[in-house]
């Protein structure tokens, strides 16, 4: 597909915009170059004139307004040179121009003049408008003035120009895919649906997490449908100007009814279409809300022909959007573009590392595997990183180690080997990894624990412990959440065990623990004291009080019930790390000083070690 801009503007705005050019030059070329069009005059002070006269050196003077041209006495044949000066209020003048006998006479007005004055009156306006038209292009970008603010700026697809982008091209996101494939059948044989009375749908939503592939299914299925396309970004509607949302809104319809049946996509839908309750503390914004109101009327308004434009839109945030949108006759289809599951994200992996050249050891199972919550765009980027590392270790091929390496350095940032810990550090570091990799290893919830390493990486990691899960989990259960909080307080449970004191290392750990408490608590109500309540706010932001209040109001003794409970949680997962620390204290030992010995620990090596870990019995788990 190929991106076409907008017809370009009329041919008589280029006259115009000539003619505009040609006069400012030449209002400037009269300002600046006074003499451009006649003679050159030299000009000479008023004091001199007076002085030539009674010199007696003038023969005649002819004296206007703004200036005085005068010739002084020829030698012999030649006639004088003519001089210029600028008058001043002098009385006396005529006077003394006949005195000396000077031939004198007052300028006729000038038989330019009347040019002058209409140019006074016509340029300035021009200007403004020169002015006006210049941000107005700047604001709207691409070949389109002040004439058409109200333009919409859609990009239109058109097919066969380049590579086509089709549901082939997308994977993992099996469902939506069906819903659209019915989107295209509708597109392409309206008839089929009609005849038995259906209504063919107007709007279809897109609704997922950023980097899931929403933009690209709706290139998919214009490439599919075959039919003309009209792309624009919600926040192109939205502008300096009140009123030019609405005016492109507008035209956008128009356009697209004119070339039906075709497909109109807005991306990033919220950009526009947030709910009109929720304008917080600062008020509405009117021109939001126009444009909305239009996109709303103009939905509704191509009911009535049997005109089969369809619109699809895409949003991350379809909690925000106002519910007028989601009505039926307007976006009444909603398709979750959802985070693949294992095999969509071993779909994925394949349709990008397609050009790319695969080594033979390479297991994109395996990295499906290691990947879950990666969206579509960052395992693209995942395929991306591995070739950029092959080819950096000058490999013919991608290799497995490539899209490992690629993996951790897309979850725990580059290794950063020139920050240098002294000894006395890398061994803290080193019993707080173990100590995450041990509790881990005892708890279930948070996946096989995959490399210990001491390796400085990323912004902050000074050691990390790269756990991952076995499968894709949807749910999990209140002993698998105090599992993953104890294997997080696992590294300062370490570091109190072996050094009796803390460093400031873990507090992105408190950070995490504290949070996924907090919401056992708020969220998913498994506290016992506080009941199956929902405390929390955050999910449901359509609901809230637009102050960035994300709790629900609660009286003092409940805010300081879920503090209790929080606090519960967190130091009870604690207590069980540094039990499980303690009973298995000499493999501490052994672990840390093989990992300062290697700085990793991995593979079947770090699998041995961890299956000696002994649980500890459930009893000291209850406080
Ligand atoms: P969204 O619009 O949902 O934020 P995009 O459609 O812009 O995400 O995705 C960005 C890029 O990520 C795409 O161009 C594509 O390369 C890749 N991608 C995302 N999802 C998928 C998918 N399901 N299948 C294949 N590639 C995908
Ligand atoms: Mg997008
Ligand atoms: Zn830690």
């Given at each position: 597909m190929a991106i076409k801009d907008q017809p370009q503007p009329p041919?008589?705005r280029q006259?115009?915009?000539?003619?505009?050019?040609?006069?400012?030059?030449?209002?400037?070329?009269?300002?600046?170059?006074?003499?451009?069009?006649?003679?050159?005059?030299?000009?000479?002070?008023?004091?001199?004139?007076?002085?030539?006269?009674?010199?007696?050196?003038?023969?005649?003077?002819?004296?206007?307004?703004?200036?005085?041209?005068?010739?002084?006495?020829?030698?012999?044949?030649?006639?004088?040179?003519?001089?210029?000066?600028?008058?001043?209020?002098?009385?006396?003048?005529?006077?003394?121009?006949?005195?000396?006998?000077?031939?004198?006479?007052?300028?006729?007005?000038?038989?330019?003049?009347?040019?002058?004055?209409?140019?006074?009156?016509?340029?300035?306006?021009?200007?403004?408008?020169?002015?006006?038209?210049?941000?107005m292009n700047r604001g709207g970008g691409g070949p389109q003035g002040?004439l058409s603010i109200g333009k919409s700026k859609a990009k239109v697809y058109v097919e066969g120009e380049s590579a086509k982008i089709t549901f082939a091209d997308v994977?993992?996101?099996?469902?939506a895919k069906?819903?659209l494939?019915?989107v295209v059948?509708?597109l392409k044989?309206?008839?089929?649906?009609?005849?038995?009375?259906?209504?063919?749908?107007?709007g279809v939503l897109l609704?997922?997490?950023p980097g899931t592939g929403k933009t690209l299914l709706a290139k998919a299925v214009a490439g599919e449908a075959g039919v003309p396309f009209f792309s624009i970004s919600g926040s192109e509607f939205v502008e300096?100007?009140?009123?030019v949302g609405?005016a492109r809104v507008r035209d956008l319809f128009e356009q697209a009814k004119k070339q039906a049946p075709c497909i109109i996509f807005i991306d990033e839908l919220d950009a526009i279409?947030?709910?009109?309750?929720?304008?917080?503390?600062?008020?509405?914004?009117?021109?939001?809300?126009?444009t909305?109101?239009?996109l709303?009327?103009e939905?509704?308004?191509?009911?009535?022909?049997?005109t089969t434009v369809i619109v699809l839109a895409a949003t991350n945030?379809?909690?925000?959007?106002?519910?007028?949108?989601?009505?039926?006759?307007?976006?009444?289809?909603?398709?979750?573009v959802?985070?693949?599951?294992?095999?969509?994200?071993?779909?994925?992996?394949?349709i990008h590392?397609?050009t790319?050249?695969?080594?033979?050891?390479?297991?994109?199972?395996?990295?499906?595997?290691?990947?879950?919550?990666?969206?579509g765009a960052?395992?693209a980027n995942?395929?991306n990183?591995?070739?950029?590392?092959?080819?950096?270790?000058?490999?013919?091929?991608?290799?497995?180690?490539?899209?490992?390496?690629?993996?951790?350095?897309?979850?725990?940032?580059?290794?950063?080997?020139?920050?240098?810990?002294?000894?006395?550090?890398?061994?803290?570091?080193?019993?707080?990894?173990?100590?995450?990799?041990?509790?881990?290893?005892?708890?279930?919830?948070?996946?096989?624990?995959?490399?210990?390493?001491?390796?400085?990486?990323?912004?902050?990691?000074?050691?990390?412990?790269?756990?991952?899960?076995?499968?894709?989990?949807?749910?999990?259960?209140?002993?698998?959440?105090?599992?993953?909080?104890?294997?997080?307080?696992?590294?300062?449970?370490?570091?109190?065990?072996?050094?009796?004191?803390?460093?400031?290392?873990?507090?992105?750990?408190?950070?995490?623990?504290?949070?996924?408490?907090?919401?056992?608590?708020?969220?998913?109500?498994?506290?016992?004291?506080?009941?199956?309540?929902?405390?929390?706010?955050?999910?449901?932001?359509?609901?809230?009080?637009?102050?960035?209040?994300?709790?629900?109001?609660?009286?003092?003794?409940?805010?300081?019930?879920?503090?209790?409970?929080?606090?519960?949680?967190?130091?009870?997962?604690?207590?069980?790390?540094?039990?499980?620390?303690?009973?298995?204290?000499?493999?501490?030992?052994?672990?840390?000083?093989?990992?300062?010995?290697?700085?990793?620990?991995?593979?079947?090596?770090?699998?041995?070690?961890?299956?000696?870990?002994?649980?500890?019995?459930?009893?000291?788990?209850?406080?």
């Amino acid at each position: 597909m190929a991106i076409k801009d907008q017809p370009q503007p009329p041919r008589f705005r280029q006259i115009s915009n000539v003619l505009l050019l040609l006069s400012s030059l030449f209002l400037l070329a009269n300002i600046f170059l006074p003499n451009l069009f006649g003679p050159q005059i030299p000009q000479v002070p008023y004091s001199l004139f007076v002085h030539q006269i009674q010199e007696q050196d003038v023969v005649r003077a002819s004296v206007g307004q703004n200036e005085i041209r005068y010739q002084l006495k020829g030698e012999g044949d030649k006639p004088g040179q003519v001089l210029s000066t600028t008058p001043i209020f002098d009385l006396d003048l005529p006077k003394l121009l006949q005195e000396k006998g000077v031939e004198f006479a007052a300028t006729p007005p000038s038989k330019n003049g009347w040019i002058g004055s209409v140019l006074s009156w016509v340029i300035p306006p021009l200007i403004f408008v020169a002015i006006f038209q210049f941000f107005m292009n700047r604001g709207g970008g691409g070949p389109q003035g002040a004439l058409s603010i109200g333009k919409s700026k859609a990009k239109v697809y058109v097919e066969g120009e380049s590579a086509k982008i089709t549901f082939a091209d997308v994977a993992g996101v099996e469902e939506a895919k069906t819903e659209l494939v019915e989107v295209v059948e509708f597109l392409k044989t309206p008839d089929k649906f009609t005849a038995i009375g259906a209504r063919i749908p107007k709007g279809v939503l897109l609704v997922g997490p950023p980097g899931t592939g929403k933009t690209l299914l709706a290139k998919a299925v214009a490439g599919e449908a075959g039919v003309p396309f009209f792309s624009i970004s919600g926040s192109e509607f939205v502008e300096l100007f009140v009123g030019v949302g609405s005016a492109r809104v507008r035209d956008l319809f128009e356009q697209a009814k004119k070339q039906a049946p075709c497909i109109i996509f807005i991306d990033e839908l919220d950009a526009i279409g947030k709910s009109r309750s929720t304008g917080g503390m600062y008020g509405g914004n009117d021109e939001r809300e126009q444009t909305l109101n239009q996109l709303l009327t103009e939905m509704d308004g191509f009911a009535a022909g049997n005109t089969t434009v369809i619109v699809l839109a895409a949003t991350n945030r379809p909690e925000s959007l106002d519910a007028a949108l989601l009505r039926p006759g307007r976006f009444d289809r909603q398709v979750l573009v959802d985070r693949p599951d294992l095999s969509g994200r071993e779909a994925i992996l394949n349709i990008h590392s397609q050009t790319v050249k695969l080594g033979p050891d390479i297991d994109l199972k395996a990295i499906a595997t290691r990947t879950p919550g990666f969206s579509g765009a960052d395992l693209a980027n995942l395929v991306n990183e591995a070739a950029l590392l092959a080819a950096r270790n000058k490999r013919l091929a991608v290799a497995q180690e490539d899209f490992l390496e690629a993996f951790e350095r897309v979850v725990a940032g580059l290794e950063k080997k020139s920050r240098v810990l002294n000894e006395k550090e890398k061994k803290i570091v080193a019993y707080h990894e173990v100590g995450h990799a041990m509790v881990g290893a005892a708890m279930t919830g948070g996946g096989e624990v995959a490399k210990i390493s001491i390796i400085p990486r990323g912004m902050a990691a000074l050691g990390y412990t790269l756990q991952v899960p076995t499968e894709d989990r949807f749910l999990l259960d209140e002993s698998e959440l105090r599992g993953q909080i104890a294997t997080l307080l696992g590294g300062r449970s370490a570091e109190e065990v072996v050094f009796g004191s803390i460093t400031t290392g873990a507090s992105n750990d408190l950070q995490k623990a504290t949070d996924l408490a907090e919401r056992m608590v708020t969220t998913y109500g498994m506290s016992k004291v506080l009941g199956p309540l929902a405390y929390d706010r955050s999910q449901q932001s359509f609901l809230g009080d637009g102050m960035g209040n994300a709790r629900r109001a609660v009286s003092a003794q409940t805010a300081e019930a879920i503090d209790q409970e929080v606090k519960e949680i967190v130091e009870t997962a604690h207590k069980q790390a540094l039990d499980i620390l303690k009973e298995n204290r000499e493999l501490l030992e052994t672990i840390t000083s093989k990992l300062l010995e290697t700085e990793v620990i991995e593979g079947e090596k770090l699998h041995d070690f961890l299956t000696q870990v002994k649980p500890v019995d459930k009893v000291s788990a209850v406080v």
